[in-house]
């Protein structure tokens, strides 16, 4: 179930990462959620996925690439 809920939030995120490594974009934006930071009972992978996300975008951006992560509240 983990790697379920895991996989089907960073995989997509982790391709285009891949695919799009370049400074031609303006805007490279990933929405995450809140439970990233604050969790929720039964939540662990969900949140986990969103940490990953929010990270990511610190990974691009410490490559010097553009990147957003929007964590819905």
């Given at each position: 179930d ?9 995989a ?11 400074d ?16 929720g ?12 996300l ?20």
């Open positions: 983990i790697a379920e809920v895991f996989g089907a939030k960073t997509g995120a982790t391709l285009l990462d891949e695919l799009i490594d370049g031609g974009l303006d805007a490279f934006v990933l929405f995450s959620s809140n439970s990233g930071v604050w969790g009972g039964g939540q662990g992978a969900y949140a986990a996925a969103n940490a990953y929010d990270a990511l975008a610190e990974a691009r951006r410490a490559r010097g690439l553009t990147a957003t992560s929007v964590a819905w509240g």
